[in-house]
């Protein structure tokens, strides 16, 4: 008999995603393909899953220790727990005036020239102490747990000078030692080029690569280093530059790209072997082809596109079927998407890019976890993997992007133990 502290059982349907755990994202009509098993039955220990297969066997494999909890999920769909791939959780100050000014007509230039944009949180984020960016990022974290997100990645990118960006990647240290959800730090010190350095854009790039990502690199405060390659932020020359210089520091590579032109990004991101490549809204079609080859993941992030009433769609489908591989995020932050929700950026995946909710929620499940380099072990229910898991007010895993707009998340299981709702 194979023991187990935790023991989920009826689960209506248990969606595993995959049957075995791979590093490997899907892709085409994989995608559409969710592994579920009906009347589901998952077992763990020590947080770690040790049997997985149908509610009526379980008993007969699976002994639940003393003390140990057995859920019942009464029909309900189990999932793994979501994992958001992109995603800016620190922050001082929420950005609601920007919301007001954008719904009266102003454009993106007047609210600028008005001091917002990512100038306001920088301006914010450098005025605010550790402590309070990191009362604000705990109830992001909370608010990320209540919605059934159990792992995300977390970037920095409002400090933009050496003291800020480390403190804002400290707090992302902070929330992972403090709380349940784990936060997959990203370095973001060329989210933009600060105000101070607007008319010598090349003396800030030596400061990213000399000075803030060797700091970053030595006190391990990132897995990842991310760059906004963007006409009229860091063209490619730098952009090329700053990745280089990470890679050689030993972060893995994260491109914010082709979200407001196409400047080729997804070719760079490719050819630069990153984990992934974010936005992607002007994707053009070499840069399809040149991910489709790749083993870089394509980041949607939907809600950005909504939030900010885009006029483009990216080609999302055409992606699909060319052999992308796609993860869905939230994009979750102050000015483009202030939401925690990643069963909303479900919905607007289905509605905005016509994806399937198949497609949906493998993206933002195992795909999401090949885009943050932890697939194999989030992401899917597989034994061995860890015992993330949630579950749903929902009898058909189709619901959770369709009834939105409210939480469907009943039950939150992270690492083996229950972190949200009932036992
Ligand atoms: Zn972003």
């Known amino acids: 008999m194979i023991t187990a502290d935790l023991l989920i059982i009826h689960a209506g349907e248990l969606v595993c995603i995959s049957d075995t755990a791979s590093d490997k994202p899907k892709r085409g009509s994989d995608l559409s393909e969710p592994h579920i098993i009906p009347d ?35 029909g309900s769909v189990v999932t793994p727990g979501l994992v958001d791939a992109h995603t800016h959780p620190v922050f001082a100050a929420p950005r609601q005036m920007e919301f007001a000014m954008r719904a009266s007509g102003k454009t993106y ?200 009433d885009l006029p483009r769609k990216p080609p999302v489908c055409k992606m699909i079927d060319a052999g992308v591989a796609i993860a869905l995020a939230t994009d979750c932050n102050p000015g483009s998407n202030m939401t925690e929700s990643l069963q909303m950026a479900m919905n607007q995946a289905c509605v905005l890019y016509k994806m399937t909710p198949a497609e949906a929620l493998v993206a933002a499940t195992h795909n999401a976890a090949c885009a943050i380099g932890r697939a194999g072990a989030i992401g899917s229910l597989t034994v061995g993997g860890q015992c993330d898991a949630v579950i749903w007010d929902a009898s058909d895993y189709r619901e959770l992007p369709y009834h939105y707009g409210v939480n469907l998340a009943t039950t939150v299981v992270k690492k083996g133990r229950v972190v949200r709702g009932k036992v």
């Open 109 to 308: 230039q007047q609210i600028a020239a008005e001091g917002g944009g990512i100038a306001n949180s920088v301006a914010r984020t450098r005025a605010a102490s550790e402590d309070e960016l990191y009362a604000n990022a705990v109830k992001v974290a909370d608010r990320m747990l209540d919605y059934g997100t159990t792992t995300s990645e977390a970037k920095s990118g409002y400090g933009l000078s050496l003291a800020d960006e480390l403190k804002m990647l400290r707090v992302v240290r902070r929330v992972n030692d403090s709380h349940a959800i784990d936060w997959i730090p990203t370095a973001l010190p060329a989210h933009d080029i600060p105000s101070e350095y607007k008319s010598r854009p090349d003396e800030y790039v030596a400061l990213v690569c000399n000075e803030i990502l060797p700091a970053i690199a030595r006190e391990k405060l990132a897995r990842f280093n991310d760059v906004f390659f963007e006409t009229g932020v860091f063209n490619r020359k730098q952009s090329f530059k700053i990745q280089s210089e990470a890679r050689q520091l030993g972060f893995g590579l994260k491109f914010h790209v082709d979200e407001l032109s196409d400047v080729g990004g997804a070719q760079l991101a490719a050819e630069m072997n990153a984990v992934s490549a974010d936005h992607l809204v002007y994707i053009s079609e070499s840069g399809i082809s040149a991910l489709a080859q790749s083993n870089t993941v394509a980041v949607m992030l939907p809600g950005t596109a909504y939030f900010l």
């Open 40 to 74: 589901g039955a998952v077992a763990a220990e020590g947080g770690r899953i040790v049997w997985i297969g149908k509610a009526s066997e379980v008993h007969s494999h699976v002994e639940l220790k003393r003390g140990g909890d057995e859920i019942d999920a009464r």
